[in-house]
C-alpha cells in the first residue's frame, strides 16, 4: 500500500477526531478521537474493532465498518483489518442485515481496498459473499452484489463475472438490470475479449422498455461496441418514445447517440435550401455555392422529404429544451443545431439564453457553443443580444466570450447600439479584448470603420499601456485595409515609440511606419533614428521589426538613411539570437548591391513594398462547428481522447425499413405489408406501432438464460411478446381485409350469450350500417352495486341507498349520476327532502337532485344527483334535509365510477395504448379467482369493476376494455391477457396516473376474489 | 466518465478524494493549482483545464473547488451539472456545504458519492431516492443513538427505485399534511446613467415545499400563465399538459425541491421598483471628490422595499471616504475600496441618501473609471411580473392537505452604470 489518500490535507492525525460520526464515538473507547497513532495505540484500536467485527451483533459490526471508512478517509492505513472484515462481515449473510448503510459502508470498503492497494486476491476471498448476494430477494443487495464483483480486477474471475450479468440483464428488478448495464464497461476494460458476449447482452438491454435501464445501456453501447450502429435500429423508434421519461443523464447520453446516429442514416433537411436562395449562409464561398447547387438541383429532381423517423427524433427531443438540467438542455440544441431544418433550429436559442442565467461554469460552456452558433447563424441569437451584455460581476473569462458573441452578432443595423455598449466597457472593464472587438467589428462591417477606428485613436490616450498597444495591433490591422487616408494617425502612433513599451505594440507601430513610410516621408527616418539608438534594448520581435524598417527606408530613401542601415545590420550581426543574424545577413545580401549579388537584389524593391494584403480578423470560433458542439472537444478546440467524429450527410439515405420493428418470420411469409410499403402516413401511425410490438427479445438470447430467479418473469414476458408479434402481424394487414377476418374469427368462437352485443355490435361496425349504440347498454345493468348513503336507524326511519346508474348525466355531461333511492319506514309522512350545505373539494361540483315534496310513511321515491369529481375519489359531503332533521351524508365514488365506457377499435386502441407508455403504464400479475376463468366471467368482473366498455379483440387470450374519465377525458385502457391455470397480466394505461393505480387495485379485487 | 473527485478548499488543500475507477495521483491538481495562480479572482478559474493525460473540470461553490479528473471525451455540460448536484445534496443533507461540514460527516460524503456515481456514471441523484437509501444525520437521531447506544439497524431496507414515480419515495406519512410554495423573482437590471433601463430581465423561481402524506397528485394553475413563455421544469412536472392546458401538473418529491423556474425577458415591460440618483464626481488636480447618492422607490404597488443594501467599487485612487448617511450605516474597506451602505427599509416620506467627500490619493490624476453602483433590496408579497398562482388542487388522496403561497421580489443583479 503506497498511497495514503488523505494523507496531505490531514498533516497530523489527531486532526479527524471530530469527524467520526458522533454516535460512533460515545459507544467506544475514546481512542479515535485521540489517536496519536502511535503504535500501541492504533494497534489497541485495532484490536477494539476486529473484537467489534467478532461481536454477533450487527449494530456493533456497523460501528467498526464506519469508523474504517473514517480511518481510510483520514488516509490511515487500515489495511490489517481486511482479513477480519472479509471474515466476518463477509462471510455472514448479507440478506441478514438489513441496513443499507451496512451494505454500502462495506461496498465502499471493499471497492476501496481494490481500488487503492490492488488487494484483487484479498477481495477473492468474498467472492462467494457476492454470489450468494446476487440470488437475494431485495433489489438493492443484488445490485450491491454486482457492483462490487464487477468492480474486482481480476482475470481469473472474468467468467463469472460474465455469468453475473448476463443473469442480471434478465433480472426482474430494472434496477438491478440497470447495474448489470453498468458493470459491461468495467468487463470489458478487464478483458476486452468478451466483446462479443457483451455485446449479445447489451442487445438484450437495448430492447429493454424501461426508462431506467435504456441510459445506462446506450452508456455501455458507447463505451463497448460503438461501431454496432446496426443494434440501434430496432431500438430507434423506442429510444425516441422513452426519452422524455429517462432519466437526465441517459437523456444526455441517448440524445448524442442519436445524433450520431441520424447523421449516418437521415439525409441533410437543407440541402435544397439553397437552390431557392432564401438563406443562405453569409460566410459562403463560390466553390461551396456551385456544389451545394449541384446537390440542390439533384435534390429538384427529387424532391427532399424528411425521414419520417427523423422529425420523430425532432419532435421528442424538443420538449427537453425544457429542462431543468442544463447538461440536456446542451444535448438538445446540439442536436437541433446538427440535425434540423435551418427554419426549426432557431428554438433553441431562448432556451440557451436561459442558461446564461445558471452558474458560471455552465455559461461558460454554453457561450463557448453560442459563440459557434453564432458565426454560422447570426440570425437565431439576435433578439437575444441584450443577453449578452456584459455586468461588471462577470468573471472574465465570461466577459470575454460575451465580447466575442457581441461581436458576431454584429452587424449594419445594431452596430451603433454594439459600439455604445462597448464604449461603456471601455470605461470600466478589461479594456484590451474590448479593443480586439471594435477591431473585429470594424473589419466585418465597413459601414463603421471610420468611427470605430476614431474610437480606437481615442483609445490611444488612454493611460492604460495594455490598452494603448492592443489598440495598436488593432489599429494596424485596420489601417492595413486604406492607408493613403490615415496618415495622421499613423504620424500620432509614430510618436508613441517614446512611450509605449509592450513589445508587439512597438513592433506594430515600426511595421506600419515601414509599409507607408512614403505617407510619412520625414518622421520615417527620425523613428529609424531613435530606434537605432536602442536597438540592443529592445525585444527581438521589435529588433526584427526595426531590421525590417531599415530595409524598406534604404530602398525608398537611401540618401537618408543608409548609414543608419548599415549600423543596425551591424548591430544585427553580432546579436545573440541567431534569427535576428539570419535576418540581417540575408537582408543585407538583398538590399546591398555588391558586385557578387545576385539576380534577386534587382527586385529587392518588389520584394519588400509589394501590396500586401490586408488581413481578416477572424473570429476563433470559426470552423469550430466541425466538432459535434457541447462536447470537450469542441470547448478545448482540440481531439479529446475517446471523441468520435460527427459523421457527414449521407450521399443517398440508407434503407430506412431497418428500423421497422421486425414481426415474426412465420407471420411475414404469409405475406404482411409494412405501412411504409404502402405508402401510409408513417408519421401518425409508426411510432405508436412500434411501442405496441417493438423489443423482441431474440430467441436465442432468452432461450439460454439460465436464471433460476428470473425464469419466472422471462417466460412471462416472452408469451406475452408472441402475442403482440400476432397483434402487429393483423397491424399490418389491410383494413379490410383484417376486418374480415375479425370477423370470421368472432363467428367462429361459441357465440356466449354475455358476449352476444359484442359480436352484434361488430357486425354493425363492420357494414357501418348503424352508429355505434350508445355505451350504457355495454355496461351489464345487473352489476349496479348499491351503497348506503344513510342506515334507517341514524336516518330515524328514513333510509336512503344510492347507486351509480352509469347513465349520462343529462344537465351536465361532466358529472357522474347518482341514482338515490329514498326509503321512508316511519309511520309519518316526510316532507321536503331536499338537500343543503355541499360540501366539496376545489373544483368539484354538484347538480343537486329536485327536492322530493313528500314522501309517504311506508313509500319508496327515487331521484338522481350530479356530481362533478374532477376525476378524483374525494367524497362529496352534503346535508340531506327534511321538514324536521338534517343529516350529515357523504358519496365517495369507487374509481371505476368515474370514467364512461367509450368504443374503440382495436386499432385506435392499439394506437392509444401506444401513446400511454412509460410511466402511464401499470402491469401487475395476478392468478384469476376460480370463479373468473373464462372470458364472460372476466369481462363481467372487469365492467362491474369500472365502468368500461369492451374493445374487439383479435386474440381470445385477451379482453381489452376502454373508457374515459367523465372530467378531463382521459383515456382509461384495461388490458386483461389470460395464460395458462388461471395466471393472467393486467394492464391499464392511464394519462391519470392515480386512477391508473387505484384502478388496478380495484380490478385486481374484483378478478381475484 | 467521472474518474476521480478532488476538493480542494480556499487556501489550495485537498481535503478530499475520491476515485470510481482507478487512482489517479493528486498531482494532477498541480495544473489546477496552476490556473488557480494565474487567476486574479478565485472564480477566474476556468472551467475546463487540458492536462497531458487528464481534463479537469472544475466548479467553485462555497469557496470550495470540486475538480472531476475525466480520461475521455464526455460532454462538459455533463460533469458540470453533476458536480453542481454534488454540492445541492450535500447541502440538503448538513444544511451547509462548508469544508468542516464535509469533514465531519465523511462516512455519509462517501456513502452519498459511492451511491450517485457507479463507475464514473451517475446512478443515483434524485435526493428522494438519495434519503432513502442514506439517511441524512440529524441532531435528534445523533443524541438518540447516543443515549441508547445504538444505531439506526433495523430499519426495513429501502424498496427504493421500484416506483413508478422515481422522484418521490413510497410510505410517506405526516400527521400535518402541508403544501408552501414560494414565488420568488428577481431582477437582474442594467440602469445607465441617465435612469433609463438598458436592460432588464426577471428570472423567477417556483420552490415548494410539499409534506404530504401518500400520491398526492396536484396542479397547480395561475391566472396569467402567458408571462411563463420560457420555463424549465423538474422531471415531475407533465410537459404534454402544460403544452396543452398551461396547467402544472405533477406527483411532487417529498419535501423541499425546486418546481420550475422561468425567465421572463427584456422584451416584455419590466417594472423597475427603485431608482438611484447619484453624483459622484472626481475634479483634476484636487485631492477630494463629491460623493452624493440618493435612492427612492418607484413602481412597487404600495409594497415597502426592505432590507435595501447599496455596494460601489469605488476607483483605487480613493483613499478614504468620509459621508454621512441620513439613515442607515456604511462601511468603506480602504484595502479593497469597497464601500457598502446597509439602508434598510426606504421610507418613501423620506428618502434615504448617503452624501459627502471621498480624499484621494494626493497627486494621483483624476480616476478615469466611475464606480458602478450595486443596489440589493427585498420586496415581501409581491412578484413584480404579476405572476399569481391560481389555485392547488390535490387529487389521489383524500385528507385536505393546508396550502400556502408566498411571493418575494429580490434583486438580482442589479447595477447602476457610471455617471459620465
Request: proline share 5%; net charge neutral; glycine share 4%.
Amino acid at each position: 500500500p503506497s498511497i495514503h489518500p488523505f494523507s496531505s490535507a490531514y498533516p497530523g492525525p489527531g486532526r479527524g477526531g471530530s469527524s467520526l460520526s458522533k454516535d460512533a464515538q460515545t459507544s467506544l473507547s475514546p481512542d479515535t478521537s485521540s489517536s496519536s497513532s502511535g503504535g500501541i495505540f492504533s494497534s489497541l484500536r485495532h484490536d477494539d474493532l476486529k473484537e467489534m467485527l467478532d461481536s454477533n451483533k450487527d449494530s456493533l459490526k456497523l460501528e467498526a465498518m464506519k469508523r474504517i471508512v473514517a480511518m481510510i478517509a483520514r488516509g490511515k492505513n487500515a489495511s490489517d483489518l481486511f482479513p477480519a472484515v472479509v471474515k466476518n462481515v463477509a462471510c455472514k449473510n448479507i440478506e441478514v442485515c438489513n441496513e443499507y448503510s451496512f451494505i454500502l459502508c462495506f461496498l465502499f470498503y471493499l471497492l476501496h481496498f481494490i481500488i487503492y492497494f490492488e488487494q484483487q486476491d484479498l477481495a477473492l476471498l468474498s467472492i462467494s459473499t457476492f454470489q450468494r448476494g446476487l440470488k437475494d430477494p431485495n433489489q438493492l443487495i443484488r445490485a450491491s452484489a454486482l457492483r462490487v464483483l464487477s468492480s474486482i480486477r481480476v482475470t481469473i474471475i472474468v467468467p463469472i463475472m460474465m455469468l453475473a450479468i448476463k443473469e442480471a440483464a434478465s433480472d426482474m428488478s430494472p434496477y438491478v438490470r440497470k447495474t448489470a448495464a453498468h458493470a459491461i464497461p468495467k468487463l470489458y476494460s478487464l478483458d476486452p475479449e468478451q466483446k462479443d458476449q457483451l455485446i449479445e447482452v447489451i442487445e438484450k438491454l437495448l430492447a429493454d422498455k424501461t426508462t431506467l435501464v435504456a441510459g445506462s445501456v446506450v452508456m455501455a453501447f458507447e463505451e463497448v461496441c460503438l461501431e454496432r450502429i446496426d443494434l440501434i435500429h430496432k431500438n430507434y423508434r423506442k429510444l425516441c418514445n422513452l426519452l422524455i421519461d429517462v432519466e437526465e443523464w441517459g437523456q444526455v447520453v441517448i440524445i448524442n447517440m442519436l445524433t450520431r446516429y441520424a447523421r449516418t442514416q437521415f439525409l441533410n433537411p437543407n440541402i435544397n435550401k439553397t437552390f431557392y436562395g432564401s438563406d443562405e449562409d453569409e460566410d459562403e464561398d463560390e466553390e461551396e455555392k456551385e456544389k451545394k447547387a449541384e446537390v440542390a438541383a439533384m435534390a429538384k429532381r427529387k424532391p427532399y422529404v424528411m425521414d419520417p423517423d427523423h422529425r420523430l427524433l425532432l419532435r421528442n427531443t424538443k420538449p427537453l429544451l425544457q429542462s431543468r438540467n442544463a447538461a440536456v438542455v446542451m444535448a438538445v440544441a446540439q442536436l437541433y443545431f446538427h440535425l434540423a431544418p435551418k427554419a426549426e433550429v432557431g428554438v433553441i436559442a431562448k432556451a440557451l439564453v436561459r442558461l446564461l442565467r445558471s452558474h458560471s461554469e455552465v455559461q461558460y460552456v454554453v457561450l463557448q457553443n453560442v459563440a459557434t452558433m453564432t458565426i454560422k447563424r447570426r440570425g437565431m441569437f439576435e433578439p437575444y443580444l441584450k443577453s449578452f451584455y456584459i455586468r461588471s460581476t462577470d468573471p472574465t473569462q465570461i466577459k470575454v466570450l460575451k465580447l466575442e458573441v457581441l461581436t458576431n452578432l454584429a452587424n449594419e443595423t445594431n452596430i451603433s447600439t454594439i459600439l455604445r455598449e462597448f464604449q461603456t466597457y471601455i470605461k470600466s472593464m478589461d479594456k484590451d479584448f474590448v479593443a480586439q472587438a471594435i477591431g473585429r467589428c470594424a473589419t466585418n462591417i465597413g459601414e463603421v470603420r471610420d468611427t470605430c477606428l476614431n474610437g480606437l485613436v481615442q483609445l490611444l490616450s488612454n493611460r492604460d499601456e495594455l490598452v494603448v498597444a492592443e489598440s495598436v495591433v488593432v489599429i494596424k490591422k485596420l489601417l492595413q485595409m486604406q492607408p493613403e487616408k490615415h496618415s495622421d494617425i499613423i504620424k500620432h502612433m509614430a510618436k508613441l515609440t517614446d512611450n509605449i513599451q509592450v513589445p508587439m505594440a512597438r513592433a506594430s507601430i515600426l511595421w506600419l511606419i515601414g509599409e507607408y513610410c512614403e505617407h510619412v516621408p520625414k518622421i520615417a527616418p527620425d523613428v529609424l533614428r531613435k530606434m537605432a539608438k536602442s536597438f540592443t534594448n529592445e525585444e527581438d520581435i521589435v529588433k526584427l521589426q526595426i531590421i525590417n524598417l531599415a530595409a524598406k527606408l534604404y530602398l525608398t530613401n537611401s540618401k537618408q538613411t543608409k548609414l543608419l542601415t548599415q549600423y543596425v545590420l551591424n548591430l544585427a550581426k553580432y546579436d545573440q539570437n541567431y534569427d535576428i543574424r539570419d535576418r540581417a545577413r540575408f537582408i543585407r545580401q538583398l538590399i546591398v548591391p555588391t558586385e557578387k549579388s545576385g539576380a534577386l537584389s534587382k527586385y529587392a524593391k518588389k520584394l519588400f513594398l509589394a501590396l500586401k494584403p490586408a488581413p481578416v480578423l477572424e473570429s476563433t470560433f470559426k470552423d469550430r462547428d466541425h466538432f459535434q458542439l457541447g462536447s470537450l472537444s469542441h470547448l478545448l478546440n482540440a481531439k479529446a481522447g475517446g471523441y468520435q467524429e460527427l459523421p457527414d450527410w449521407p450521399e443517398a439515405a440508407p434503407d430506412p425499413s431497418v428500423r421497422n420493428v421486425e414481426v415474426k418470420e412465420s407471420v411475414r411469409a404469409v405475406g404482411t405489408v409494412t405501412y411504409r410499403d404502402t405508402g401510409a402516413p408513417w408519421a401518425l401511425q409508426g411510432p405508436q406501432k412500434l411501442e405496441g410490438s417493438s423489443c423482441p427479445r431474440s430467441d436465442s438470447a432468452s432461450g439460454s438464460e439460465g436464471s433460476s430467479s428470473s425464469e419466472g418473469s422471462g417466460s412471462g414476458s416472452r408469451s406475452e411478446e408472441t402475442e403482440e408479434g400476432s397483434e402487429s402481424e393483423e397491424k399490418e394487414e389491410d383494413k379490410e381485409e383484417k376486418d374480415k377476418k375479425k370477423k370470421k374469427k368472432e363467428f367462429k368462437k361459441p357465440v356466449q350469450e354475455s358476449e352476444r352485443w359484442q359480436t352484434l355490435l361488430f357486425v354493425k361496425l363492420v357494414n357501418n350500417a348503424l352508429p355505434p349504440p350508445s355505451p350504457q347498454t355495454i355496461a351489464p345493468s345487473s352489476a349496479l352495486k348499491t351503497y348506503e348513503l344513510l342506515h334507517r336507524i341514524t336516518g330515524e326511519g328514513l333510509s336512503v341507498e344510492y347507486c351509480f346508474s352509469r347513465q349520462p348525466f343529462s344537465p351536465d355531461a361532466n358529472m357522474v349520476a347518482v341514482q338515490m333511492e329514498f326509503t321512508n319506514n316511519t309511520t309519518s309522512d316526510t316532507k321536503n327532502l331536499h338537500m343543503e350545505e355541499v360540501k366539496l373539494q376545489s373544483g368539484m361540483r354538484v347538480k343537486e337532485f329536485p327536492e322530493i315534496e313528500l314522501l309517504p310513511a311506508g313509500e319508496t321515491a327515487t331521484a338522481v344527483m350530479g356530481i362533478d369529481f374532477c376525476d378524483s375519489t374525494q367524497a362529496a359531503n352534503f346535508q340531506l334535509c327534511t321538514n324536521t332533521r338534517k343529516f350529515f351524508v357523504s358519496i365517495q365514488p369507487p374509481v371505476g365510477e368515474l370514467m364512461r365506457p367509450v368504443f374503440l377499435t382495436e386499432n385506435e386502441f392499439k394506437k392509444e395504448q401506444g401513446q400511454l407508455m412509460g410511466m402511464n403504464e401499470i402491469t401487475e400479475k395476478l392468478t384469476l379467482g376460480v370463479k373468473c376463468r373464462n372470458e364472460h366471467a372476466i369481462v363481467q368482473r372487469v365492467t362491474a369493476a369500472a365502468n368500461l366498455s369492451r374493445v374487439p379483440c383479435g386474440s381470445d387470450k385477451e379482453c381489452r376494455f376502454a373508457g374515459r374519465t367523465v372530467t378531463s377525458g382521459s383515456l382509461v385502457l384495461v388490458t386483461v391477457a389470460t395464460r395458462d391455470e388461471g395466471a393472467a397480466q393486467l394492464m391499464v394505461n392511464c394519462e391519470k396516473m392515480v386512477i391508473g393505480t387505484m384502478l388496478v387495485k380495484d380490478i385486481l379485487l374484483a378478478l381475484t376474489q | 466518465m467521472i474518474h476521480s473527485l478532488f476538493l480542494v478548499n480556499a487556501s489550495g488543500d485537498i481535503f478530499l478524494e475520491k476515485h470510481w475507477k482507478s487512482v489517479v495521483s493528486r498531482s494532477v491538481c498541480d495544473y489546477f493549482f496552476e490556473a488557480q495562480e494565474r487567476a486574479t479572482e478565485p472564480e477566474n478559474v476556468p472551467p475546463v483545464i487540458s492536462t497531458p493525460h487528464h481534463y479537469l473540470i472544475s466548479v467553485l461553490r462555497h469557496r470550495i473547488y470540486f475538480v472531476a479528473v475525466i480520461q475521455s471525451e464526455v460532454p462538459p455540460l455533463f460533469v458540470i451539472e453533476f458536480l453542481h448536484r454534488v454540492v445541492d445534496t450535500f447541502q440538503d443533507y448538513f444544511g451547509v456545504c462548508t469544508e468542516a461540514a464535509i469533514k465531519d460527516n465523511v462516512v455519509v460524503v462517501y456513502e452519498l458519492l459511492e451511491e450517485m456515481l457507479d463507475n464514473g456514471f451517475p446512478l443515483a441523484t434524485e435526493s428522494n431516492i438519495l434519503k432513502e437509501l442514506i439517511k441524512p444525520p440529524t441532531i435528534l437521531r445523533t443524541m438518540v443513538n447516543t443515549i441508547t447506544g445504538s444505531t439506526n439497524v433495523g430499519e426495513q431496507l429501502p424498496t427504493g427505485q421500484l416506483s413508478v414515480v422515481p422522484w418521490r419515495r413510497t410510505g410517506v406519512k405526516y400527521t400535518n399534511n402541508e403544501a408552501y410554495f414560494d414565488v420568488v423573482e428577481e431582477i437582474d437590471a442594467i440602469i445607465d446613467k441617465s435612469g433609463s433601463t438598458i436592460t432588464a430581465e426577471i428570472q423567477g423561481v417556483i420552490d415548494a415545499c410539499v409534506k404530504l402524506t401518500g400520491m398526492p397528485d396536484l396542479t397547480l394553475s395561475f391566472m396569467n400563465p402567458r408571462l411563463l413563455d420560457d420555463v424549465s421544469f423538474h422531471p415531475c412536472v407533465r410537459f404534454k399538459r402544460w403544452e396543452a392546458e398551461r396547467i402544472l401538473s405533477f406527483i411532487p418529491p417529498d419535501g423541499n425541491f425546486r418546481l420550475l423556474s422561468y425567465h421572463v425577458s427584456s422584451q416584455n415591460l419590466v417594472a423597475i421598483p427603485v431608482y438611484v440618483k447619484h453624483n459622484i464626481t472626481f475634479r483634476e488636480g484636487s485631492s477630494q471628490g463629491r460623493f452624493d447618492l440618493t435612492l427612492g422607490p418607484k413602481q412597487t404597488m404600495g409594497k415597502a422595499v426592505e432590507s435595501v443594501l447599496v455596494s460601489s467599487q469605488l476607483p483605487r485612487g480613493v483613499l478614504n471616504a468620509s459621508l454621512n448617511p441620513s439613515q442607515g450605516t456604511y462601511t468603506f474597506d480602504p484595502v479593497t475600496k469597497l464601500l457598502t451602505w446597509d439602508v434598510g427599509k426606504i421610507n418613501p416620506q423620506k428618502l434615504p441618501s448617503l452624501k459627502g467627500t471621498m480624499s484621494l490619493q494626493a497627486g494621483a490624476s483624476k480616476p478615469d473609471e466611475n464606480p458602478t453602483i450595486n443596489i440589493q433590496f427585498k420586496i415581501q408579497q409581491m412578484a413584480i411580473s404579476g405572476l399569481k398562482v391560481n389555485r392547488l388542487d390535490m387529487y389521489g388522496e383524500k385528507y385536505k392537505p393546508f396550502k400556502g403561497i408566498k411571493y418575494m421580489t429580490k434583486a438580482g443583479k442589479f447595477q447602476d452604470l457610471p455617471t459620465q
